[in-house]
């Protein structure tokens, strides 16, 4: 255990270039320590290069390094010479099964520290020591451990391999190149691995450039998400900072309204309440009055009734002077309807202020356009839940599934006036607006069925084609018949070849100005793409021509 940890410490303090302890021990900057000779040796090597590099770690310095002296590092190797320098190697210092052996020991070989391009041979520590010592092999080529020395041997005149035939690409002999290389293009090995070597620089010099174009790629993403956080965060401030003050704004006017009603409630009361006693009043003079009628009336001496009757007071008929009518359910209607209609164009304001807003959110995209999905796994990702809305819908287009799936009928439907709806063509347009990625599908059933996508301002009562669906520049829209597929926009009609199938898929990119149609079965066949700019929210569409077709946005999950 002792000899172990002797060689242990023998290992720390050698020389990684001599292989043997350290002889005035020096320390580059990046902390590896050599003989100062061995380390000054191999930097006079690089003089040529003009850069000098750390044997171990490959670290390059410029200018060259002023080595000083390591004085701990000398005074602990004394002492390391002074308690074992003779220790025999220790167990793991001999070669296993995946080690290259030395090729001169005998007995148990050691493991090889260097191999030798020259002598093609591999050397332990004690073996490669005439290497450093014997000028004849000061200029032999020293690599690390390799078993693969015998593939610099030509196979056919058993010579080194030092030339290269360009013509061939391969590595040959010198008899190799006067014989069947004789009159191919040839070079030293030496020469061959200097344009190489210079090519391969260039390709790093390339590289390197990559890699430092997308560092500052890579920083500037990093500051855009800065940006973006702090945009988003300060729009949240403020955001709700208005929403409070509006949300104060209308209790502070529900307040103002209730006080008021009340306080007109209270107004109205007193005056009924006024006139309710004095109309109690006159009830109870007029019973009066006519108790003593009665009673006069009663009377039966002739006498004692023509004497007291002239003391009745004559019968002046109603004690007020003015008429009311009563108007029921009626009181306080007019301010309900009045706050129903502010509610409805609020509501409007609100619906228009949403759509503007997800239009601005549509436009903050700033990653570079997504490919486009290519399976229909992918295109699940980004699916949308459609629903028609009633108020677009033309009168004989039957609303069924949720308001998920529409027939063409020859009864009109009971739909309520609005301005929204279709009169001319049999359209109905999707309550949900489309921004970012959305994907739907289509089921189409019957014939003249199209499907759309469309800018909610699309006319809705021309009698022309301007609010037909494919027939102007603010919809597009594919056309499903039995045979053919035909895409329609501003009333230009391309037909589109590919495989006709019950189901259309529709994938929009709405940042990118990416529409595609697709075929939808086994696979997902691209029918129609469209690459344009769309400037505001689109909705989903279709048009229904014929009796009983169908076309049902499917509910994807």
């Known amino acids: 255990m002792a000899q172990q940890e002797i060689h242990l410490d023998r290992e720390r303090f050698s020389c990684s270039i001599c292989l043997d302890l350290l002889k005035d021990p020096v320390t580059t900057v990046c902390g590896h320590s050599y003989c100062k000779s061995c380390i ?37 190797v004394e002492e390391l010479k002074k308690t074992g320098l003779q220790a025999a190697p220790a167990d793991h210092c001999y070669a296993g099964p995946e080690d290259v052996a030395c090729d001169f020991c005998t007995g148990r070989k050691l ?24 000028a004849a092999f000061m200029k032999h080529k020293l690599v690390e451990p390799s078993e693969k020395l015998q593939e610099n041997i030509c196979s056919r005149h058993h010579e080194v391999m030092k030339m290269f035939c360009r013509t061939d690409q391969q590595c040959i002999c010198y008899l190799c190149s006067v014989e069947e290389h004789k009159d191919h293009d040839t070079v030293s090995a030496a020469a061959e691995r200097t344009e190489r070597q210079r090519e391969l620089g260039l390709r790093r010099q390339t590289i390197q450039q990559r890699v430092q174009d997308t560092e500052k790629d890579v920083k500037l993403l990093q500051q855009e998400e800065e940006a973006v956080n ?13 929403f409070t003050a509006l949300t104060r704004l209308l209790q502070k006017r529900s307040s103002d309204v209730k006080q008021q009603i009340r306080s007109q409630q209270q107004t109205e009361v007193s005056r009924v309440r006024e006139l309710q006693e004095r109309l109690e009043q006159e009830i109870t003079e007029l019973k009066r009055k006519d108790h003593e009628l009665k009673q006069l009336s009663d009377t039966e001496d002739h006498n004692q009734f023509l004497h007291n009757y002239p003391s009745l007071s004559p019968h002046s008929g109603s004690t007020h002077s003015f008429s009311f009518r009563i108007l029921p359910l009626m009181h306080f209607m007019d301010v309900t309807a009045a706050v129903s209609r502010v509610r409805g164009r609020l509501q409007d304001i609100l619906s228009e202020t949403e759509t503007e807003i997800l239009h601005i959110m549509s436009q903050v995209d700033v990653l570079l356009p997504q490919p486009e999905p290519e399976t229909r796994a992918d295109f699940l990702k ?26 063409r009928v020859s009864t009109e ?13 049999p359209q109905v347009l999707s309550r949900e607006s489309l921004t970012g990625r959305c ?13 759309a996508v469309t800018y909610k301002n699309i006319s809705r009562a021309e009698s022309s084609d301007e609010s037909r669906f494919g027939f102007n520049n603010k919809s597009w829209s594919l056309s499903c018949d039995r045979n053919r597929n ?47 700019t769309f400037t505001r ?8 021509g014929k009796h009983e077709s169908t076309a049902e946005f499917w509910e994807l999950k």
């Open 40 to 76: 000054n040796t191999h930097w006079d090597k690089g003089e040529e290069r003009g850069s000098y590099s750390c044997p171990q770690c490959r670290q390059t310095f410029t200018p060259r390094p002023v080595l000083e002296k390591n004085t701990m590092l000398a005074d602990l």
């Open 111 to 134: 493991k090889a520290l260097k191999s030798c391009l020259n002598c093609l041979a591999s050397y332990c520590e004690k073996h490669l020591q005439p290497h450093f010592q014997s």
């Open 230 to 242: 702090g945009s988003a965060d300060e729009a949240v401030d403020d955001s709700e900072r208005i």
């Open 382 to 407: 980004y699916s949308q839940e459609i629903t028609v809305d009633p108020n677009t819908s033309y009168r004989h287009l039957l609303l069924t599934e949720g308001n998920r799936k529409v027939t």
């Open 413 to 425: 439907q009971s739909y309520s006036k609005h301005p929204d709806r279709f009169t001319r063509w």
């Open 439 to 451: 994907y739907w599908e289509v089921e189409v059933e019957g014939r003249e069925v199209y499907v």
């Open 486 to 532: 035909v895409f329609h926009y501003n009333s230009i009609r391309t037909p589109v070849s590919g495989p006709v199938s019950s189901r259309v898929g529709l994938y929009l990119d709405h940042s990118a100005g990416v529409l595609s149609f697709y075929s939808v079965s086994v696979t997902m066949t691209l029918l129609h793409r469209v690459q344009t």
């Open 537 to 544: 929210p689109l909705y989903a569409g279709v048009y229904v």
